[in-house]
């Protein structure tokens, strides 16, 4: 039941998230306005650490993307070819 709830609060996070940062009501709505230096942006970037958070809390590894192959990892795949 524990786990099914922290599941379920990831996934409103993840789709509220992603609608902030796409941001339909063309700037409209802002937590913090974008025109302030420095911390007009503060807002996206808490925006953006929910999304990632709440997609590693449900299994989604997206630093997977970014990371860079070692040599073993790419010896290995050339082996598998």
């Keep these: 039941m524990r786990k099914k709830f922290g599941d379920t ?3 409103i996070l993840i789709i509220l998230s992603i609608i902030y940062l796409v941001n339909p009501g063309f700037g409209f709505f802002e937590v913090l306005p974008d ?3 420095i ?4 807002d996206e970037l808490a925006a953006s650490v929910i999304l990632i958070g709440s997609m590693e809390f ?5 630093y997977r993307y970014f990371r860079k192959k070692n040599l073993a990892d790419k010896l ?6």
């Design 39 to 42: 911390i007009g942006n503060l």
């Design 76 to 81: 290995y795949e050339e082996k598998k070819k």
């Design 58 to 62: 449900l299994g989604v590894d997206i």
């Design 9 to 11: 609060i990831a996934i």
């Design 35 to 37: 025109n302030m230096p």
